[in-house]
Each structure stands twice: as structure tokens, then as C-alpha cells.
């Protein structure tokens, strides 16, 4: 629509920049000596996080990428923005790849929270993950994909950035369709 497309060109650059910054932060710090950038953790707010990331990838070919907040949209949780942005962007990213060639592929995103918590699920309609890669997925350099353009750093990194720096946990399991990620942590 030519009417908008000024806000989609701003919106989209502004995301991109963001991302960009952030992967040109974690790839120098990665490369000495392989640890993650000090996290800088305040208060953010999740959805616009999420929102940020799934900006991404929302034009991907034959994939449905889709975002459901079920919260007021006002929740806060203390976190590393950017950290939490590149570990969002690598699950999702990890979600498009699990997609095989030819199919018709959705990745499901969705925020939902209790008490003193906060769960963001990303589920996929993928290969799903087989039992005794369930036990590897989060070590260090450990890659199911075939091509060259898995590291095994990706997932390892997300469960860093969830677990030690934001205090919460991620989790897998594979459903009938797919396979989902579950990022639990805790509500400011």
C-alpha cells in the first residue's frame, strides 16, 4: 500500500539496525575467547521485544510467522535487551530452518503469563527433535543441520542469556506437529 509505505521502510530499517547492532556486538565479543558481552540488564518490556524480532522474520517464504500476546501487553521483565533479542532471533531462526523444503511452514509465537512469570512459546510445524538430540541441543557447537551454516552456538547462547543472565530457563519438546521452545522467567 503506497500510502504506508514510508512507516513500513522506517519501521523495518529501525529493526534491522537494531539487530545489526546486536550482531555486530555479540560477534566481537564472542570472538574473545568465546564468552557472551557483559549483560547490561534493566527493565524491558517483552512484547515489544518479541514484536521487534518477529518484525525479522515475518516476510519469510512459506513460513507463517505469527505473534499472539495473551498478556495486557505491559509486562516487564529484567533482561539484557539486546541479549534477549538475539536469543528470541535465534530460536525463531532455529524454528524457519526445522521447516523442510517444500512445505508450508508456520512458526508460532505466544506470550502468555502467571503470577511471577512469563512464558514466551515458539512452536513450529518442523522436523520436530529426536530423543537423543534433546539431551545435546544446548551444548556448545553441537548442529543437527546438514549444511554448513550451523555453528551449534545458537541455542547454547540462548540458554545463557535465559538462564544466567535473566535468571529463567528454556526448555524443548516436541509436539505432533513440530517442536516448541518454552522461554520461562521472571515478571519485574
Do not use: W
Amino acid at each position: 500500500n503506497p500510502d504506508d509505505i514510508q512507516f513500513k521502510i522506517d519501521k523495518f530499517s529501525k529493526v534491522m539496525i537494531e539487530q545489526i547492532d546486536t550482531l555486530s556486538r555479540i560477534a566481537s565479543e564472542f570472538s574473545n575467547f568465546a564468552k557472551m558481552p557483559r549483560a547490561i540488564m534493566a527493565n524491558v518490556r517483552i512484547t515489544d521485544s518479541i514484536q521487534s524480532v518477529v518484525d525479522l522474520y515475518v516476510n519469510t517464504p512459506n513460513v507463517a510467522v505469527n505473534f499472539f500476546d495473551k498478556t495486557d501487553g505491559g509486562i516487564e521483565i529484567h533482561a539484557d535487551a539486546k541479549q534477549l533479542n538475539r536469543a528470541l532471533s535465534n530460536l525463531i531462526k532455529n524454528a524457519i530452518q526445522a521447516i523442510p523444503a517444500g512445505k508450508n511452514g508456520f512458526v508460532e509465537i505466544q506470550l502468555l503469563n502467571s503470577k511471577n512469570q512469563t512464558c514466551i512459546t515458539i512452536t513450529d510445524n518442523g522436523k520436530g527433535i529426536g530423543e537423543e538430540e534433546k539431551n545435546k541441543i544446548f551444548e556448545p557447537y553441537f548442529s543437527t543441520k546438514i549444511d554448513s551454516n550451523g555453528t551449534g552456538i545458537g541455542l547454547y547462547m540462548s540458554k545463557i542469556i535465559v538462564e544466567k543472565n535473566m535468571l529463567g530457563k528454556l526448555k524443548v519438546e516436541n509436539t505432533h506437529l513440530g517442536a516448541k521452545f518454552m522461554i520461562m522467567v521472571p515478571i519485574t
